[in-house]
């Protein structure tokens, strides 16, 4: 499975970015999808996942009602809508898929990686 994210960019703190990472090489359907990101000098951090078919998702307490993730299963992608960005955004944000659909935060779980996309947020 190979995984490529985009979307990024910089925006002005209250603003609002849309990601997307469309998937290819497998059955999109058969996996949950998350989004992380990695802030400089911190750890990678979950943000937000959804299941296979799109009626379960989980957030991260720190972008519950900010962010959004929904998926196209016909498009193949996953997307993550933030609004009312924040200075503490700002990090790579990685999309990950994990075949066994567990919805969970823990990085581990997830089997398939892309390569991340920056967000910047200027205050």
């Known amino acids: 499975v190979q995984l490529q994210a985009s979307g990024g960019g910089l925006v002005q703190a209250g603003g609002s970015l849309r990601l997307s990472c469309v998937s290819s090489?497998?059955?999109?359907?058969?996996?949950?999808m998350a989004w992380f990101r990695q802030a400089p000098g911190k750890e990678r951090e979950f943000v937000a996942a959804i299941s296979r078919s799109g009626g379960s998702t989980y957030y991260a307490r720190s972008v519950k009602g900010r962010f959004t993730i929904s998926r196209d299963n016909a498009k193949n992608t996953v997307y993550l809508q933030m609004n009312s960005l924040q200075s503490e955004d700002t990090a790579i944000y990685y999309c990950?898929?994990?075949?066994?659909?567990?919805?969970?935060?823990?990085?581990?779980?997830?089997?398939?990686w892309g390569q991340g996309t920056q967000v910047t947020v200027s205050s």
């Open positions: 990950a898929a994990d075949r066994d659909d567990v919805l969970t935060s823990t990085a581990g779980q997830y089997d398939y």
């Open positions: 090489g497998d059955t999109f359907s058969k996996y949950g």
